[in-house]
């Protein structure tokens, strides 16, 4: 089975604090991806990375950067944490093979609260 | 960019009925996938369908790619299937997908 780990299901920070949030997936995917979910918003693309070292905008980038040093790690980065920011953050993978995008695997989401 | 609209926003069955979601889409697309969110907010792909039909279970799905739309199938709904289904499109942008607002679903016992 595929497996995407989120390194914490719950934070709480504070105003200000640089935050990681880490995503490591076990199947070798090509496609990594970072979605906050909100109430009445749906979900809404921060970030994507479609190999190592790469790296995309998705619709909602500012307040946020991503490192993707490893095929199998992603990582989320709140430079200065603001309390807008408070949110469920999903990291998803899939794989590119043949020209085509396959299926998105999510992880179990980390909840953010910036206090 | 692509639009997704979902239908209906909310939905509320008997166990032991059946529903119909419905997916549309703006655009061409090359990618579709139905996924479901249980409450505990983990999201599983359900199916991946740019085109055709398939079914796993009590669940089936069909894509009318030309007629930009996508139908998700639940028979003999059961309590473990309340959640929000979402469907979301993408057409070679590195695996991107646009995620509709999604159908919120409650069965009741």
């Known amino acids: 089975d595929v497996k995407v780990t989120q390194s914490s299901r719950y934070l709480v920070k504070r105003t200000g604090e640089k935050v990681f949030l880490e995503c490591v997936q076990d199947m070798d995917h090509e496609n990594m991806f970072w979605y906050r979910q909100d109430p009445g918003l749906g979900l809404r693309l921060i970030y994507f990375?479609?190999?190592?070292?790469?790296?995309e905008k998705g619709d909602i980038p500012e307040g946020y950067s991503v490192s993707r040093e490893k095929k199998e790690r992603f990582s989320l980065i709140l430079e200065s944490a603001s309390t807008n920011q408070t949110s469920m953050y999903l990291c998803a993978s899939s794989f590119f093979a043949g020209g085509q995008d396959g299926e998105l695997f999510f992880g179990e989401g980390s909840r953010l609260t910036v206090l | 960019g692509i639009q997704v609209e979902q239908s209906p926003p909310d939905l509320i069955l008997q166990e032991g009925a059946n529903s119909t979601l419905r997916c549309n889409f703006s655009d061409s697309v090359n990618n579709l996938q139905w996924f479901h969110q249980n409450p505990w907010g983990q999201l599983i792909n359900l199916f991946y369908?740019?085109?055709g039909t398939k079914q796993n279970g009590r669940l089936s799905a069909t894509t009318v790619a030309t007629e930009r739309y996508s139908l998700l199938y639940i028979s003999s709904s059961q309590t473990t299937d309340s959640g929000v289904y979402f469907c979301?499109?993408?057409?070679?942008?590195?695996?991107?997908?646009?995620f509709g607002q999604g159908t919120e679903l409650s069965v009741k016992p």
């Open positions: 990375s479609y190999d190592v070292k790469m790296k």
């Open positions: 369908i740019p085109s």
């Open positions: 979301a499109v993408g057409y070679n942008q590195g695996g991107k997908l646009i």
